[in-house]
Every structure is written in C-alpha cells, then in structure tokens.
C-alpha cells in the first residue's frame, strides 16, 4: 500500500506546476470586490439594494437596543443614498490590537469586525456590524461616514473599501448618531444600475412596523419618481402598534372571519442556557381565505420560517385543542394545524440572543430554543385570548372543524360540494384562489410541490392568478383504474378547483379559470410531470383542450449576469447561444442554474413566468387538417407512452432512439 504513495509512482510528464507561488492570497476588503456575490447574492441591481439593507440593520440594532429612537432614509440623485440614527455613534477612539487606527476605521475596512459578536454591547442584533458596513464599504465608489459623539462631528471618507482621508474632527454639533452616505461602484454593478424607490420605501417601511419604538423619515428626489405616483417623496413612518398596523394597512378593507386580531408582544424568559428575548405577533383570517405568514428574526426576514414558525403553529394548535376540550366541542380528533393557520394572514417577530440561521441569506432560523419558547409565549396567551371573547373563538373553532371534516372526506373519495359556516363554497386546501369573481382573466397556476407553490403564491398578481400545488408526480390517469383516480387526492383537488366536472359531466360554463397553465421545472422531471397532468386533461376533460384553456409555461433554466446586465437562457443551447451574442469578453459572465420554480425569488418567477407581456407560454392543442385521422393518432400516442402495456413504451424506445444520437447522455 505504501508503494503507492512514492514519487515515482506518480504520472510522469509535469511535477512542481502547482507550488506555493499559485496560492493567491486576498488581503482586506478584496475578497468582497472579487465575489460579491457570496456577501449581497449578487453583483446585478437585486443584491445592490442589499447595501441599503445592510445598513439600515446597522441603524435598526441601535433602536432596538434602545440607543436610538430616529432614523433618517434618504434616496438622492446619482444613486447616492443616506442612512442616519441618533443612537451612541460609532466609537472614534483608538482600537488596542490596531493602535494606529480609530474603531471606525477598522469597523468599516476589516471583515468580520464589529460590537456584534458578544452580548456586551447589543443584546440582539440584525447582523454583525463589521461584516455589513465593511461590505457596504468595500462595494460602494465613494463612501463617508460621519458620527456625533459628544457634541462633536467626526468624519471619514472612503473608496472601494480604501480609506481617502483620516478621520477628522469637525466642530461642534448639537446631536449625536452615526450617518452613512454611499454610492455603490458602477465597476461591480454596472454603469445602469439604481436603487428603486418604490422597492427602498417598502423596505424602510417594513422596518419601522417590526420595531414600534422608532421613527422612520423616508425622503427622496422627486425627480427619481417620475411615472410613480404611489411612492411618496417624504413620509415620516411611525407604527405605535406594529404589526397590527401592518396587518390592516394590507387587509386594507376585506372582510374577515373575525372582527379580532389575534396580537401581543411579551418576553420570552430564558432559563439556563436559553435565549430568551421578545416576540410580537399579529394573526387575523380573512374571510376569502387568501394568507400569508411572514416571519422575521432581530428585524432580519425569514422567508423560509424555522423555529420561531414552528414555535408559533404548536403554541396556537395547542391552546386552541385546550380551549375545544373545556367547551366540549367535537369534531377535533381530525384537526391539524393546516386547518387552524392555512389561509390566515400571520406577522411574527421574534428578538433573540445569538440566531442561529440555516445558510449565508439567514433565511431560515434554526436556533432549537426559539420554539420552545415562542410556543410557550402564544400558547398562554392565545388560551386568554379565546376564553376572553366567546362568540369570537366559537366561530373561529367551528370553522376550523368545517376544515377538518372536509379534509377527511376528501381522503374518503366523496365528490361533493359543501359550504362552511359563512356559506361560502369551499375550495381545496392548498388552492390560493385569486380574488376576481368571474373567470375572464384569471389563471390557474399548477404547480409542483409546497416550495414551488410558496414562490408561485408570492410572485403572482392576487387579483387574476391562482396557484394549486401538487405533490410530485399525480396519477397516471392512462394506466389507473377509475377507482384509484376517484381515490387519488391530487386529482380530486384539480377537480375541484377547476369546477367544471369531468368526462361527460364536463360544463364549460362552470370553469373557475380563463387559463389553466401548468408550470413545472425545466428539467426531465418537470417534463414527465407535465405530461401526466397533460394525459389527465386529455382523458378526462378533452373539451378543456379543444377551447383553448390549457398551456405550459416556459420557465428559464438559466440566469446569466455580467455587469448589471441580466438575461435569461431556456436551456443550454440557449445559453451558449447568448453568452456569444450578448456578452462581451470584458468580464466574466456569472451563470446561475436554476435547480427548480422553488429555488427561484419570487420576484424572478414572476418577472420570467407569471407575468404576461413578458412570459413564455405554449398553448396545449390538437393540430392537424383532418381532424379524426389527429384524434386517432394522438390517441395511439398517448396509449402508447402513458398507458398500461410497457411493451408498447418500449416499441417507441426502440424506434425512436436513433433521435437521441446527438444528445450529450
């Protein structure tokens, strides 16, 4: 075994072309400038709003910690943005292990510098301040930053992540706080890159509803909101009641379930080693049953939930089975969280020691304390809350039994059609119906999966869209006894979405949707998917077809960026196609693959699938001259790959596998 390791057993030809002279060593903020990417996501106009972001955290830790109570946003010409809180301002002094520098100096030009690290100076915190503000340094051509302490203004500037000037002492001022003033570099995001108003505002806004003890002043140059005139060009922002504020700015007006809004804020007391912190909420159920949950960690957003979700549905599930049991109510045996929470619209902050969150982006919380402690918090008080309100729980608890029961009784395979509490006709579970009552305009989005379908749900116009997640491959209607699809809950789900009926009860003018599209990955398996519900369709609902209603989406399988610039690829062909006719060789081209719709940013899925004018849709139909001689053909097709004798599939292999030859597999 040994032999195997001596030098002349290695190949001959080249030795010593890898030595000590290849390793590259990146010293400073270099490393953020040749890969931005691994610190904002990207180098396109998407991540350089993440500057803003990093930022404005840095100002919210302040407020939270209780330093700060005014934050100032201001969007000015030449993309130049300014960020200032009145909170302690960064230190100024000399730091002891770099003697020559002050504390500012090394917070905005050294990674993973800051007060962030230890619990001594920020009980929680967004982020580590080293880390963001050195980022921000490191991306933006020109940066100053200015910090009042004691009555006295200190300034520095900066580029590219390079300090330009010491820091100077000004004169006196009679505030205090720290302002950032960056323009990001057009080297790393391009020469057209801006930030968006209307994206910044929404930003700042959410932030001032997650923290309740501070004042937001939003502000931008009118001339940057040409064509925009929901964006405003001064706002103070302000929510004493946080997100209680932000669940009826968004209801904006719809009627509800319940009058009530489930909401409170409280401690949550850590014992041992615990983590203790805060946690606010705000749940309330809309009557058209069209939610959300947005969750968010020290004022970060957890887009993917964690913990702090799970913490929230157990605590809820558990008060509310307490409250059935005191009541003697029945019908609970069947009820499942899903019953209680699907279709509420639920804002959840938690403040904690320490987060521990899954990957770079923090989109997901994994702090294992967090759930028990948040469930505690919701359960005591979401037990108060329905023993507070009789009238209130009891409509609430008959409803979730009503979707129970129906959930139950769709497992057992009865088509039926049955109304809730508040007559109103109830459709599948995992349906996100759209708002528009009559089907002219409206889509049904079918989707694979609970991933695909949360991005689906937030990419989609609420008004004309709906989305119905699948999970996995449905049925293969060609091949199943009739029995097994009556039994099948996929695609007794499909049916009655669509509402229509099926085979020979079929009746066009039942059809909830305008559009039926079938949206899966740009891969083989989102191909054979789209070809099971293609044989469903066929089979069962042919008239669906033959008026036009059926489509599949064209999602890309490629996202290619090269200095702002960004261009979507269908597949590899076309990829190689745009790298040679839209890039130049200045500078390399990032190339993202997309591993699903689910992977995706519900912005993306919806700039290149969901919405018309710019998707790619190819509509379902059967073409041909005659139309009997289509009719048989595309019947043999179909009984031949989809249906029950394999032999046939295999016939088709064989005579069709000299097509395949120029396929790279």
């Excluded at 804020?265 to 014992?271: D, L, P, Q, T």
């Amino acid at each position: 075994m040994a032999d195997l390791f001596q030098d002349d057993k290695a190949p001959k030809g080249k030795r010593g072309d890898y030595t000590a002279k290849d390793i590259e060593v990146l010293e400073g903020l270099e490393p953020v400038r040749r890969r931005p990417g691994m610190y904002i996501g990207g180098s396109d106009e998407t991540a350089m709003h993440h500057l803003i972001a990093e930022t404005l955290d840095n100002a919210m830790d302040e407020a939270v910690a209780g330093h700060a109570n005014t934050i100032e946003v201001h969007l000015g010409e030449d993309n130049e943005v300014t960020i200032r809180d009145n909170g302690r301002g960064m230190p100024i002094d000399m730091h002891p292990k770099f003697p020559k520098k002050s504390a500012l100096e090394v917070i905005m030009t050294t990674l993973h510098a800051g007060g962030k690290f230890s619990d001594k100076v920020y009980q929680t915190s967004g982020g580590l301040h080293g880390v963001g503000a050195s980022v921000v340094n490191a991306l933006s051509s020109e940066l100053t930053v200015e910090v009042a302490r004691d009555k006295t203004l200190y300034t520095q500037k900066f580029s590219r992540g390079v300090p330009k000037t010491k820091l100077i002492k000004g004169g006196a001022v009679n505030r205090r706080g720290t302002t950032v003033i960056f323009t990001p570099d057009t080297q790393i995001f391009g020469e057209t890159a801006r930030f968006r108003p209307a994206l910044v505002y929404r930003m700042v806004r959410s932030k001032a509803y997650l923290f309740e003890g501070v004042k937001v002043r939003w502000s931008c140059d009118k001339s940057l909101l040409k064509g925009d005139d929901k964006t405003p060009a001064e706002e103070e922002l302000h929510f004493v009641n946080g997100l209680t504020d932000y669940l009826t700015h968004v209801l904006n007006g719809r009627k509800r379930l319940v009058d009530s809004f489930f909401a409170g804020r409280a401690e949550m007391n850590a014992n041992g080693n615990d983590i203790g912190g805060k946690v606010e909420w705000a749940v309330c159920w809309p009557d058209d049953e069209s939610g959300f949950l947005n969750s968010y960690c020290n004022t970060i957003p957890t887009p993917e939930g964690g913990t702090h979700e799970q913490g929230l549905k157990s605590g809820m599930l558990r008060a509310l089975k307490g409250y059935a049991e005191m009541t003697g109510a029945k019908g609970m045996a069947g009820v499942s969280g899903e019953d209680l929470w699907g279709g509420a619209c639920v804002m959840l902050s938690v403040f904690i020691k320490d987060p521990q969150f899954q990957g770079q982006t923090k989109d997901k919380l994994v702090s294992v304390a967090a759930s028990r402690l948040v469930e505690t918090v919701i359960k005591d008080h979401f037990d108060h809350w329905l023993s507070g309100d009789v009238g209130t729980a009891n409509t609430l608890l008959e409803t979730v039994i009503a979707r129970a029961t129906e959930r139950v009784k769709k497992r057992q395979d009865q088509d039926f059609s049955r109304k809730s509490v508040t007559k109103k006709l109830r459709l599948p579970g995992k349906l996100t119906d759209c708002t528009r009552s009559s089907p002219q305009g409206t889509e049904l989005f079918i989707v694979e999966g609970d991933s695909a379908g949360g991005s689906a749900k937030q990419a989609r116009a609420r008004e004309t869209q709906a989305v119905l997640p699948l999970r996995g491959k449905i049925l293969n209607v060609a091949s199943a006894t009739d029995d097994k699809m009556r039994a099948n809950q996929e695609i007794q789900d499909l049916i009655e979405a669509l509402g229509c009926g099926i085979r020979d009860r079929y009746d066009e003018s039942k059809l909830r949707y305008e559009k039926i599209i079938i949206m899966t990955d740009a891969d083989v398996d989102g191909a054979h998917i789209a070809s099971l519900l293609m044989t469903f369709f066929y089979r069962e609902m042919r008239a669906l077809i033959d008026n036009g209603h059926l489509y599949l989406a064209m999602p890309p399988l490629y996202r290619l960026s090269q200095r702002g610039k960004t261009i979507y690829a269908m597949d590899d062909a076309d990829k190689d196609r745009l790298m040679k006719s839209d890039f130049d060789s200045r500078g390399k081209v990032e190339v993202s693959r997309f591993k699903g719709l689910g992977e995706m940013p519900p912005g993306q899925l919806k700039e290149t699938t969901m919405e018309p004018g710019r998707r790619t849709l190819l509509k379902v139909m059967l073409a041909g001259d005659d139309e009997k001689s289509v009719q048989r053909a595309t019947e043999k097709l179909v009984e031949q790959l989809m249906g029950r004798k394999p032999e046939e599939r295999f016939k088709f292999i064989q005579e069709n596998a000299k097509f395949a030859e120029a396929l790279d597999i």
